[in-house]
């Protein structure tokens, strides 16, 4: 039995109907998109479904959309199902000012490194996940450095050229 | 064209097959000399310096041939690398700075003991380099003194011995009362170093 795009999305209509929407396929990924209170459900079901079986959770990252006005932050999964080598990739949506989306540790022991730096660098506070601090960056950063909002540059120097290095 | 280095730039004429290097002036007779003695102790000083490598990125491996065979940083006197802050007279830091390993770096520098001088090797060390970035540490001058920059991403070895050379001199030449001058210690301060 071979697992197939069409067979994982049928599998997921029947059983979330119209809560799971913006399905496509870039390069032949399935990608889908849901509600964020969803996030666990969802989660389990591809991971216990017989059929289905994502076991494996690839990646766990975030996506900051300025111009998306109340669902700024998108948290993105990418799922593997390592019987079938099948990959799939699952975004929730939330808004900036209430970043709290559920923890997935409690599914996958890999996302507790993932969501600290997840956390880290745009903020998203993950419900449940057992020791949320910052992982990569120095523990005395008081912003998120990955969001939109914040130039990328070093802003303490005085001394360097911005002719220099190609801005203006 | 030739890189600005010393020793490409100043011509030192060979005077004898084995050339040596010139002794500090003294009053010499037979059977004795006699000089000063920050002199002596600077000579010294310069010929030993043991280096203590914090090698982070691509300039720590400009630094591995530095000590190597072909480039051969033990002619200098400084065979002994360690690394162990408390017996080492120069810090070497070599490579992008982090925010986060700043504070391990002037803790290396709080362990090495008196007299001590440090180098920063390569674009990132002296000034961030190419990282413009909010996780960079701008320059290790921002956490500890530093007394020679080795400029180039990475430097060639040449000019990590020209760079190790202007330490020699500056050794060579310190005076022996620099560290317990009032300059040397507002300058330790404005670095919160007691």
């Known amino acids: 039995m071979s697992l197939s795009n069409e067979t994982i999305r049928q599998c997921l209509t029947e059983k979330f109907g119209e809560d ?31 059929a289905l079986q994502f076991r494996f959770l690839t990646d766990l990252c975030a996506v900051h959309y300025p111009e998306r006005k109340g669902e700024e932050l998108a948290v993105v999964y990418h799922l593997h199902n390592l019987i079938e080598n099948i990959r799939i990739r699952f975004k929730v949506f939330t808004p900036i000012e209430k970043a709290d989306v559920f923890s997935t540790t409690a599914l996958y022991a890999s996302a507790n490194w993932m969501e600290r730096e997840t956390y880290d660098f745009y903020g998203i506070n993950f419900i449940g996940h057992p020791n949320l601090v910052r992982i990569l960056n120095a523990d005395e950063m008081d912003y998120f450095p990955m969001r939109k909002e914040y130039p990328l540059e070093e802003q303490t120097r005085i001394d360097k050229d911005d002719e220099m290095f190609g801005r203006d | 064209m030739a890189r ?3 020793y490409n730039i100043t011509n030192k004429p060979i005077e004898a097959p084995i050339a040596l290097d010139k002794g500090p002036e003294g009053f010499t007779g037979e059977g004795f000399f006699a000089t000063k003695l920050s002199d002596v102790v600077g000579l010294a000083r310069k010929n030993s310096i043991w280096p203590l490598p914090f090698a982070t990125s691509c300039c720590g491996i400009e630094f591995m ?23 080492c007279d120069l810090l070497m830091v070599m490579g992008t700075i982090a925010k986060k ?7 290396v520098y709080l362990q090495m003991a008196e007299p001590r001088w440090v180098l920063a090797m390569g674009a990132c060390a002296s000034s961030g380099g190419i990282f413009d970035s909010y996780a960079v540490l701008q320059g290790i001058d921002q956490v500890i003194p530093v007394d020679v920059y080795v400029p180039g991403c990475p430097p060639r070895p040449e000019a990590v011995l020209d760079g190790f050379m202007k330490v020699q001199d500056l050794v060579g030449k310190e005076s022996l009362r620099r560290r317990n001058s009032e300059r040397y210690k507002e300058l330790m301060n404005s670095y919160g170093i007691q």
């Not at chain 1, 396929?25 to 991971?47: A, R, V, W």
């Not at chain 2, 000590?67 to 162990?84: C, I, K, N």
């Not at chain 2, 390993?101 to 803790?107: D, E, F, L, R, T």
């Open chain 2, 65 to 87: 041939a530095l000590m190597a065979s072909h480039y051969d940083l033990a002619r200098f006197g400084s065979e002994r690398v360690s690394f162990s802050p408390r017996q």
């Open chain 2, 4 to 6: 600005p280095v010393q």
């Open chain 2, 101 to 107: 390993m700043a504070p391990i770096v002037k803790q």
């Open chain 1, 20 to 50: 799971i929407y913006d399905w496509g396929e870039p390069y032949g990924m399935l990608t889908f998109t849901s509600h964020k209170d969803l996030n666990l459900k969802i989660l389990q079901f591809l991971f216990d479904d017989s």
